[in-house]
């Protein structure tokens, strides 16, 4: 009964590095969502995916960041040279079906020296 | 723009007293709801949902209740404990691709 899944829990990279971050959903969970949250904010939505598609990316920023969900395996959350303003918790969930109950991962905490 | 609100970020409680979160909403157009309870470097822990259709829904020492005309909901928890000290989200969704968070109230219960 694996809940969602994130790793790494932590992650360090200088600016102008790439970031990946990966989130396994919890089984039987075809829909897979990820969050930003700043210091002292609360979630921000960036995307929405089912296996292989992207449903909904108006939270994303149009530029660096990319983000996947493969027919086999986790999703992708990517980052590309990365800048100190990214630094944050980023939080994936998943749920059974759309618009159900999300379930929220741990988080991957970046931090961009 | 704001369209989910937690007004008070902090909210000390005495054990066994009630705890109740405030959340307010903009959007006419959310049709669900949830709290999430969150600990220090650990993911949001999903605690209560309602959906549009019911004004109330409980579960053990929660109970969440949504009032659709003031577009407010609250979340009660009674008796609280010490081990409920956490910070409390409220989240809505309209579509269902998206849910739209608060920014969070502390709740502190003092033993």
């Known amino acids: 009964n694996a809940g969602v899944m994130q790793n790494p829990r932590h992650l360090v990279r200088r600016r102008g590095q790439e970031a990946r971050l990966r989130c396994s959903p919890m089984k039987g969970h075809s829909h897979v969502y990820w969050y930003r949250q700043l210091p002292e904010e609360g979630l921000k939505f960036m995307v929405y995916?089912?296996?292989?598609?992207?449903?909904?990316e108006s939270g994303m920023p149009k530029e660096r960041f990319s983000a996947e969900f493969p027919k086999e395996g986790p999703s992708i959350l990517r980052i590309q040279q990365v800048v100190r303003g990214d630094s944050a918790a980023y939080f994936c969930?998943?749920?059974?079906?759309?618009?159900?109950?999300?379930?929220f991962g741990p988080g991957t905490r970046l931090l961009v020296l | 723009d704001q369209q989910v609100k937690q007004n008070s970020p902090s909210l000390s409680v005495q054990e066994g007293r009630i705890s109740i979160l405030n959340c307010d909403y903009t959007n006419s157009m959310f049709d669900y709801f949830l709290w999430y309870k969150k600990y220090p470097a650990e993911g949001p822990t999903f605690l209560i949902s309602?959906?549009?259709?019911?004004d109330k829904n409980e579960d053990g020492r929660f109970t969440v209740f949504l009032n659709k005309s003031a577009k407010h909901l609250s979340l009660h928890i009674v008796p609280s404990q010490p081990g409920d000290s956490a910070v409390y989200f409220c989240a809505a969704s309209a579509s269902g691709n998206q849910f739209y968070f608060g920014t969070g109230t502390s709740l502190t219960v003092i033993p």
């Open positions: 969930a998943s749920s059974r079906d759309r618009g159900k109950t999300q379930y």
């Open positions: 309602i959906s549009s259709i019911k």
């Open positions: 995916l089912q296996k292989e598609n992207i449903i909904d």
